[in-house]
Nanobody, 114 residues
Framework: VRVVESGGGLVQPGGSLTLACAAS????????LDWYRQAPGKQRELVAG???????NYADSMKGRFTISRDGNRNTVFLQMNRLKPEDTAIYYC?????????WGQGTQVTVSS
């Protein structure tokens, strides 16, 4: 099983980025791929994910700014990030759960700075 993120980079405050996550090796359930992030000196935290009913959920600080979506084959998810702030600087990880096994990507760096 492989989980690979892409799309990180350097962006100015107020800018936007879209991250992509491509998973292979198994077919994840529609709600089983989500995004986490880890800032320097902080614990890894959930950014966005899907509920079992198919709706989305977000950490409070990302609501209204970030949007998680997936494509039709379910093994690719995206994270659209708008109005980025310096405190959004972190390594962003894609995470998947399949049959109670956790799979993580290598992470992609997002730096928000002027």
């Amino acid at each position: 099983v492989r989980v690979v993120e892409s799309g990180g980079g350097l962006v100015q405050p107020g800018g936007s980025l879209t991250l992509a996550c491509a998973a292979s090796g198994v077919t994840f359930s529609p709600y089983a791929l989500d995004w986490y992030r880890q800032a320097p000196g902080k614990q890894r935290e959930l950014v966005a994910g899907f509920t079992t009913s198919g709706s989305t959920n977000y950490a409070d600080s990302m609501k209204g700014r970030f949007t998680i979506s997936r494509d039709g084959n379910r093994n690719t998810v995206f994270l659209q990030m708008n109005r980025l702030k310096p405190e959004d600087t972190a390594i962003y990880y894609c995470h998947g759960n399949h049959l109670n096994e956790d799979y993580w990507g290598q992470g992609t760096q997002v730096t928000v700075s002027s």
